[in-house]
């Protein structure tokens, strides 16, 4: 099993930034892939970005430019830069991670327990 902890969710107003973080533990050998979704009230959830072991990283268009997601493999940590934060960045961010590539439609069997960010003036 592979054990997923966020951090550094909060409050933060539009244009603003703010860096998540993910600690990853356990059977760390199961996971190539480790990535971060996110989702609104009332809304499905959403993949945001995503990241090999490697480092090749890829996002979605709706945060490309504005976000940057990046890995520290020896500590087992992933981030996520977000900058120009918009009200519609709203949403719990979640932690993934995979054997398998993520993707929009095909998030991992590990999660976190998710971190709150909220853009509002």
């Known amino acids: 099993q592979v054990q997923l902890v966020e951090s550094g969710g909060g409050l933060v107003q539009p244009g603003g930034s703010l860096r998540l973080s993910c600690a990853a533990s356990g059977s760390i050998f199961l996971v190539n892939d480790m990535g971060w979704y996110r989702q609104a009230p009332g809304k499905q959830r959403e993949w945001v970005a995503a990241?090999?072991?490697?480092?090749?990283?890829r996002s979605a268009d709706s945060v490309k430019g504005r976000f940057t997601i990046s890995r520290d493999t020896p500590k087992n940590m992933v981030y996520l830069q977000m900058s120009s934060l918009k009200p519609e960045d709203t949403a719990v961010y979640y932690c993934?991670?995979?054997?398998?590539?993520?993707?929009?439609?095909?998030?991992?069997?590990?999660w976190g327990q998710g971190t709150q960010v909220t853009v509002s003036s």
């Open positions: 993934n991670a995979d054997r398998f590539a993520l993707g929009p439609d095909r998030p991992g069997p590990y």
């Open positions: 990241i090999t072991r490697g480092g090749s990283a």
